[in-house]
C-alpha cells in the first residue's frame, strides 16, 4: 500500500516584524538621513577626536608616518583573512536555515549577510540583522519570522564563541597572573554566557506559556510569530552541533588573525601580543560591538580596543591607536565601501524582483 501523504501544515501568519505583508523596510538612503542615524554617526566621531586631541603620550605626526609605513603586503593578507570569514559565515547561516527547513545556496547566504553587514555598519540598534531576515524573505518563498529565529541563533552562537573563546585567550595570555582589567573582561564573559544560557532555557520551556498569560493586544498574531520564531532558533541537529562549532571557531579565528597581521604589517618592535594575545583583543573588540547604541560600535568599539591595548598590554598610545585604526579601516570601512557596491549591484536588493522560491529541506524518514 502507498503510504499517505503527510497532512499539510497549516499556514501562519507571519508577525509583522519589518512591515505588513513583507513590504521592504525604509530604503538604506532614508534611514542614513534620519536625525538619529547621524547623531549616531557624528558624535561617536567627534568624541574620538576630542579624545584623541587630548590623549597623552599621543603624536599625530608619527601616528601618520607609522600607517603610511605599513607593509601593504600584510594589510593584504589581513584583508584576505577577514574577507574569508563571509562564505564562512554564509555556508552556517546556510546550515542553519536548512535545519529550520529551508535550503539556499552558500553564494545567496553570503550575499545577504554581506549586504545586512553594511547596513550595520551604517546604522545603529543591528538593523541589518532585520535587514537581513527580510532579504531572504524578499527574494524567496520562506517566513520572516522563523528566518530571523536562526539570525537570532547564528547571533547567540557567536557570543557563545566570543566569551568562551575569549576567556581560553586570556587564561592563556596572562598564565603568569591575571590584571584587574582581564578579571573584569573574564567577569563579563561568564555573565554573557550565563545569561544567554538561562535566555535560552528560559524561552524554550517558558516563552510560549508567558505569551499566552500576558494581556497583549493581537496576541494570536503574536504567538505565530513566536511559533516560527522558536523553530527558527531551535531547529539545529544535535549532530550539526560539532560542525557548528568548528565553522564558529574559525570565524572567529580570521577576527584574531586580522588583528594580528595588522600588528606585523606596522612593524611594532615592542608590540607582542602573539595569536593568544590577538584573540583577546579581537574578540574583546567584537563584544563591545554587541553594544547597539551606534553604527558598528563606533567610538566604542575604539576606546576599547586602545584602553585595552595600552593599559592590560602596556602598549604606547601612538602605536595603540595605529593599530586600532588600521584594524576598523579593514573590518568597518572596507566593508562600507565593497557592502556599498554590493548593494547597488544586487538584484536581492530591489524589493525582491529575483523572488524565487527556496528549495525546501528534504523530510528525514
Given at each position: 500500500?502507498?503510504?499517505?501523504?503527510?497532512?499539510?501544515?497549516?499556514?501562519?501568519?507571519?508577525?509583522?516584524?519589518?512591515?505588513?505583508?513583507?513590504?521592504?523596510?525604509?530604503?538604506?538612503?532614508?534611514?542614513?538621513?534620519?536625525?538619529?542615524?547621524?547623531?549616531?554617526?557624528?558624535?561617536?566621531?567627534?568624541?574620538?577626536?576630542?579624545?584623541?586631541?587630548?590623549l597623552r603620550g599621543l603624536d599625530l605626526a608619527e601616528l601618520g608616518a607609522t600607517i603610511l609605513a605599513?607593509?601593504?603586503?600584510?594589510?593584504?593578507?589581513?584583508?584576505?583573512?577577514?574577507?574569508?570569514?563571509?562564505?564562512?559565515?554564509?555556508?552556517?547561516?546556510?546550515?542553519?536555515?536548512?535545519?529550520?527547513?529551508?535550503?539556499?545556496?552558500?553564494?545567496?547566504?553570503?550575499?545577504?549577510?554581506?549586504?545586512?553587514?553594511?547596513?550595520?555598519?551604517?546604522?545603529?540598534?543591528?538593523?541589518?540583522?532585520?535587514?537581513?531576515?527580510?532579504?531572504?524573505?524578499?527574494?524567496?518563498?520562506?517566513?520572516?519570522?522563523?528566518?530571523?529565529?536562526?539570525?537570532?541563533?547564528?547571533?547567540?552562537?557567536?557570543?557563545?564563541?566570543?566569551?568562551?573563546?575569549?576567556?581560553?585567550?586570556?587564561?592563556?595570555?596572562?598564565?603568569?597572573?591575571?590584571?584587574?582589567?582581564?578579571?573584569?573582561?573574564?567577569?563579563?564573559?561568564?555573565?554573557?554566557?550565563?545569561?544567554?544560557?538561562?535566555?535560552?532555557?528560559?524561552?524554550?520551556?517558558?516563552?510560549?506559556?508567558?505569551?499566552?498569560?500576558?494581556?497583549?493586544?493581537?496576541?494570536?498574531?503574536?504567538?505565530?510569530?513566536?511559533?516560527?520564531?522558536?523553530?527558527?532558533?531551535?531547529?539545529?541537529?544535535?549532530?550539526?552541533?560539532?560542525?557548528?562549532?568548528?565553522?564558529?571557531?574559525?570565524?572567529?579565528?580570521?577576527?584574531?588573525?586580522?588583528?594580528?597581521?595588522?600588528?606585523?604589517?606596522?612593524?611594532?618592535?615592542?608590540?607582542?601580543?602573539?595569536?593568544?594575545?590577538?584573540?583577546?583583543?579581537?574578540?574583546?573588540?567584537?563584544?563591545?560591538?554587541?553594544?547597539?547604541?551606534?553604527?558598528?560600535?563606533?567610538?566604542?568599539?575604539?576606546?576599547?580596543?586602545?584602553?585595552?591595548?595600552?593599559?592590560?598590554?602596556?602598549?604606547?598610545?601612538?602605536?595603540?591607536?595605529?593599530?586600532?585604526?588600521?584594524?576598523?579601516?579593514?573590518?568597518?570601512?572596507?566593508?562600507?565601501?565593497?557592502?556599498?557596491?554590493?548593494?547597488?549591484?544586487?538584484?536581492?536588493?530591489?524589493?525582491?524582483?529575483?523572488?524565487?522560491?527556496?528549495?525546501?529541506?528534504?523530510?528525514?524518514?
Amino acid at each position: 500500500m502507498s503510504e499517505a501523504p503527510p497532512p499539510a501544515e497549516e499556514p501562519l501568519v507571519d508577525y509583522p516584524l519589518v512591515e505588513e505583508q513583507g513590504t521592504a523596510p525604509a530604503p538604506l538612503s532614508r534611514r542614513l538621513r534620519d536625525p538619529r542615524t547621524i547623531i549616531s554617526l557624528v558624535l561617536p566621531i567627534v568624541l574620538l577626536v576630542l579624545i584623541g586631541f587630548n590623549l597623552r603620550g599621543l603624536d599625530l605626526a608619527e601616528l601618520g608616518a607609522t600607517i603610511l609605513a605599513a607593509s601593504p603586503w600584510l594589510l593584504l593578507a589581513s584583508f584576505a583573512i577577514y574577507y574569508l570569514g563571509f562564505p564562512l559565515r554564509g555556508y552556517r547561516w546556510r546550515m542553519l536555515l536548512r535545519s529550520a527547513g529551508t535550503t539556499v545556496s552558500v553564494r545567496d547566504s553570503t550575499e545577504i549577510i554581506f549586504i545586512s553587514w553594511l547596513v550595520n555598519c551604517l546604522v545603529p540598534a543591528k538593523l541589518g540583522d532585520v535587514y537581513r531576515a527580510w532579504l531572504l524573505k524578499a527574494n524567496f518563498t520562506v517566513s520572516l519570522s522563523r528566518t530571523f529565529g536562526t539570525v537570532f541563533i547564528e547571533r547567540v552562537l557567536d557570543l557563545f564563541a566570543i566569551a568562551i573563546l575569549g576567556l581560553g585567550a586570556a587564561f592563556w595570555s596572562f598564565r603568569g597572573g591575571l590584571p584587574t582589567g582581564v578579571q573584569i573582561v573574564i567577569g563579563i564573559g561568564l555573565a554573557v554566557i550565563t545569561a544567554l544560557s538561562i535566555g535560552l532555557y528560559t524561552v524554550r520551556n517558558f516563552g510560549r506559556r508567558a505569551l499566552v498569560r500576558l494581556p497583549l493586544p493581537g496576541k494570536a498574531k503574536l504567538l505565530e510569530f513566536y511559533e516560527r520564531f522558536e523553530q527558527g532558533v531551535f531547529s539545529i541537529n544535535p549532530r550539526q552541533v560539532p560542525a557548528l562549532a568548528v565553522i564558529t571557531a574559525l570565524i572567529w579565528a580570521t577576527e584574531a588573525t586580522r588583528l594580528l597581521l595588522v600588528i606585523e604589517a606596522l612593524n611594532f618592535r615592542d608590540v607582542h601580543l602573539g595569536i593568544s594575545g590577538a584573540f583577546f583583543v579581537a574578540l574583546s573588540a567584537s563584544l563591545l560591538t554587541a553594544i547597539p547604541f551606534t553604527p558598528a560600535g563606533l567610538g566604542i568599539v575604539e576606546l576599547g580596543v586602545v584602553g585595552i591595548l595600552t593599559v592590560i598590554y602596556g602598549v604606547d598610545p601612538t602605536n595603540a591607536t595605529a593599530i586600532t585604526l588600521v584594524d576598523r579601516a579593514i573590518s568597518v570601512l572596507s566593508v562600507i565601501v565593497l557592502g556599498s557596491v554590493a548593494y547597488v549591484l544586487s538584484g536581492k536588493t530591489k524589493s525582491g524582483t529575483g523572488r524565487r522560491p527556496a528549495v525546501p529541506r528534504a523530510a528525514s524518514t
